[in-house]
T-cell receptor
Framework: GNSVTQMEGPVTLSEEAFLTINCTYT??????LFWYVQYPGEGLQLLLK?????DKGSNKGFEATYRKETTSFHLEKGSVQVSDSAVYFC????????????FGKGTRLSVIA | DTGVSQNPRHKITKRGQNVTFRCDPI?????LYWYRQTLGQGPEFLTY????????KSRLLSDRFSAERPKGSFSTLEIQRTEQGDSAMYLC????????????FGPGTRLTVL
């Protein structure tokens, strides 16, 4: 079946450090890929998405590029802030979004001042 | 856009009792999803509705679980004869059909079965 694998957390970084959270997927076909974020005490919210190979999703300084050849969708940010502390989930859906999201286990990021 | 709301936010019950959760989606969204999330895991799909029609159910959804969405508005998720393994966060999400994979999540209902 379809699945998403994320790097284990927690990840602890100093403010202004570079962030990478790895995500790889297994899917029969060509999924659409997403990063969702869960801030403390809040519900999951969409951070960015990419619907086809080589697309780059970006939002709030975060970026991820859909790499079909490596089945990856790594999340990056050049300079993290304390307010980026949250749990980040990589997810996929198939059939142009007509199937439910399949999530990874999540990666907790803590940014310290 | 008032967001997705879920009630109650917390529920503590004894094993064997029945519980019901409610989800109110964003009003113009015709798709509604239920997920379950346990500690250290990502959300796992349970079931989803297109308007009032329940289109898919996960194998995770045992016979003790039932979901409804009468009139295509709010939805309820009922768990009968709860077990300790049902303890989890139950998440509801809604989306418009046209926006691929873009789901709007509620804050969740945390269920604790003693």
């Amino acid at each position: 079946g379809n699945s998403v694998t994320q790097m284990e957390g927690p990840v602890t970084l100093s403010e202004e450090a570079f962030l990478t959270i790895n995500c790889t997927y297994t899917a029969t076909g060509y999924p659409s890929l997403f990063w969702y974020v869960q801030y403390p005490g809040e519900g999951l919210q969409l951070l960015l998405k990419a619907t086809k190979a080589d697309d780059k999703g970006s939002n709030k300084g975060f970026e991820a590029t859909y790499r079909k050849e490596t089945t990856s969708f790594h999340l990056e940010k050049g300079s993290v802030q304390v307010s980026d502390s949250a749990v980040y989930f990589c997810a996929l859906t198939m059939n142009s979004g007509n199937t439910p999201l399949v999530f990874g286990k999540g990666t907790r990021l803590s940014v310290i001042a | 856009d008032t967001g997705v709301s879920q009630n109650p936010r917390h529920k503590i019950t004894k094993r064997g009792q029945n519980v019901t959760f409610r989800c109110d989606p964003i009003s113009e969204h015709n798709r509604l999803y239920w997920y379950r999330q346990t500690l250290g895991q990502g959300p796992e799909f349970l079931t989803y509705f297109q308007n009032e029609a329940q289109l898919e159910k996960s194998r995770l959804l045992s016979d003790r679980f039932s979901a409804e969405r009468p009139k295509g508005s709010f939805s309820t998720l009922e768990i009968q004869r709860t077990e300790q393994g049902d303890s989890a966060m139950y998440l509801c999400a809604s989306s418009p059909t046209a926006r691929v994979g873009e789901q709007f999540f509620g804050p969740g209902t945390r269920l604790t079965v003693l």
